[in-house]
């Protein structure tokens, strides 16, 4: 084990206390769940003290070791990137909003308009794409029929 380069960790230090304060508008809960049930009944500033105290120490020291950056620039990556890896692995997975994408709405309007059966999927030809992948313009479809 490498001894510590004291101002290679204070720049990691600095880095994940940047990110982790960025990350607040996030909704990035860091360890608050973690630290309620550890420690019941005490009040909201204890909770966000200590969690922006362990994430930020504990993470930049585990980013330090880790990626064992040799220069400041390194050395502050490895601060911003283990905050922002922890909010992608703790974030909530979310599922993509369909109701309002942009070819539902069109299959919806031409179900509506009687150009398709309800529930019917538009065939290629239907879609004005010929069988080479290119789009036909509507103007050019009614000439060509």
Avoid at 21 to 41: A, D, E, I
Avoid at 102 to 128: K, Q
Wanted: net charge neutral; hydrophobic share 40%; proline share 6%.
């Amino acid at each position: 084990m490498t001894p510590i380069d004291y101002g290679l960790y204070l720049t990691t230090l600095v880095g994940a206390a940047a990110m982790y304060v960025f990350s607040l508008h996030k909704g990035f809960n860091g360890c608050v769940p973690f630290l309620k049930r550890m420690f019941p009944g005490r009040s909201t500033v204890f909770y966000d003290r200590l969690d922006f105290l362990l994430v930020s120490f504990l993470g930049s020291f585990i980013g330090y070791r880790l990626l064992d950056p040799q220069h400041y620039p390194q050395a502050l990556t490895a601060g911003l990137c283990w905050v922002s890896a922890v909010n992608v692995v703790m974030k909530p997975a979310e599922t993509p909003n369909l109701a309002h994408s942009p070819v539902i709405d069109d299959l919806a309007r031409r179900e509506e308009n009687g150009e398709v059966a309800s529930g019917e999927m538009p065939s290629a030809s239907e879609d004005g794409v010929k069988s080479d992948g290119r789009r036909e313009l509507k103007s050019q479809r009614s000439t060509n029929a």
